[in-house]
């Protein structure tokens, strides 16, 4: 999926909403366990349930990976789900890979010839050869890792050098040379507040992917105050604050219930800035 699809999508959806498939097996609903595949049979309905608000799912690979085989099997399945009758969404493996030379190769042919995604979200800090290799696939996405939600993201992001640029800044001002704003995406936490002025400030056109809204506590008015762009830029990713709204055989429907909000919300915050 190339800007412009990926834009127009936003604008005719009304919603920048990704909705994370971060799904474990200790938090679905029981009745859903006595599936031949319940990690499928939980994707599929809260794919079905929330297709019409968002414009993106995120599925994390660690909660695939957790059950080997089957796990990998069940991933898959998802994304042939979603291709087949969602082709419009724009799908982000949450992978965070990135080594160097023939092994960051075959990731990249992993996720984008074998699964066919459209995103990979991949961690800068073995440099450019780490990353480029991602970068060779025609409306593919590489998603780096820039600014995160979590309380160690002070341990190295915010380190400053001797001429006061912090590490994560170093990371959107060196990565521009190796990629552009149609196929590189920046990872920044909604818990991150008015810091997205200065991320705009160096990557005023690229597209951010937001986790951190819902249950990490992350305003969504906050965010596109300071993040939205011309083009919204935003994909605002939400998992455990949809997926799992309720432990209930209603478990679909709550997803969609809260899906809905967080859509008409998005919808309020495009009107402001005239998308």
Request: overall charge negative; aromatic content about 10%; charged content about 25%.
């Amino acid at each position: 999926m190339n800007r412009s699809e990926l834009v127009n999508h936003i604008k005719t959806k009304r919603s920048f909403l990704c909705v994370g498939l971060d799904t474990d097996l200790k938090k679905m609903p029981e009745h859903l366990l006595k599936e031949e595949d319940p990690i499928f049979a939980f994707n599929k309905a809260i794919i079905d349930a929330t297709a019409d608000y968002c414009v993106s799912y995120k599925p994390n690979l660690a909660f695939y990976e957790a059950f080997g085989v089957k796990g990998l099997i069940s991933f898959e399945k998802t994304i042939k789900y979603l291709k087949d009758n969602y082709p419009n969404h724009f799908i982000v493996a949450d992978a965070k890979r990135g080594d160097i030379g023939n092994t960051s190769a075959m990731y990249a042919r992993t996720f984008f010839d074998e699964y066919d995604v459209d995103s990979l979200t991949v961690a800068p800090y073995m440099g450019e050869d780490s990353v480029t290799p991602f970068l060779g696939y025609e409306g593919k996405w590489v998603i780096l890792l820039a600014l995160t939600s979590n309380k160690g993201s002070h341990d190295f992001q915010l380190t400053e050098d001797n001429n006061g640029e912090r590490l994560f800044e170093k990371v959107l001002h060196t990565s521009q040379n190796w990629g552009n704003a149609d196929n590189m995406m920046y990872v920044v936490g909604a818990t991150q507040g008015r810091m997205f002025e200065d991320i705009r400030k160096i990557v005023p056109n690229h597209f951010l992917l937001v986790p951190g809204v819902g249950a990490q506590g992350g305003s969504l008015e906050e965010v596109c105050k300071y993040g939205m762009n011309k083009d919204c830029g935003l994909l605002v990713n939400s998992s455990r604050g949809i997926i799992y709204a309720s432990k209930g055989e209603d478990f679909a429907e709550q997803a969609a219930k809260n899906a809905k909000e967080l859509q008409q919300q998005m919808d309020k915050e495009l009107e402001k800035f005239g998308i």
